[in-house]
Nanobody, 120 residues
């Protein structure tokens, strides 16, 4: 069994900051990339940022310069530091992990999401 669990969401005023965390646990052999997506009400799920095992990162244009992704490989954890938040950042934020299980199966696992609400 593999679990991916996000935390750190909440309500913040525009211009504020939040830090999301995501932990992958269970029968994991190795983790390749970990990433964040978000889904606003009535919209599709969109890419936010990801980070590979070597620390290489990618960001959506809408969050460049405001969000920063990092990971702690010893804890199978990825973080998303979100600064200068805007109302349009309001969404459910989902974490995913591209990993190989202890029995050799490779797949992408998703968390249940954490709500981020930015008030104007």
């Amino acid at each position: 069994q593999v679990q991916v669990v996000e935390s750190g969401g909440g309500l913040v005023q525009a211009g504020g900051s939040l830090r999301l965390s995501c932990v992958a646990s269970g029968s994991i052999n190795s983790i390749n990339a970990m990433g964040w997506y978000r889904q606003a009400p009535g919209k599709q799920r969109d890419f936010v940022a990801d980070i590979n095992s070597g620390g290489g990162t990618n960001y959506a244009d809408s969050v460049k310069g405001r969000f920063s992704i990092s990971r702690d490989n010893t804890k199978n954890t990825v973080y998303l530091q979100m600064n200068n938040l805007k109302p349009e950042d309001t969404a459910v934020y989902y974490c995913n992990a591209d990993l190989r299980t202890s029995w050799g199966y490779r797949s992408t696992y998703w968390g249940q999401g954490t709500q981020v609400t930015v008030s104007s």
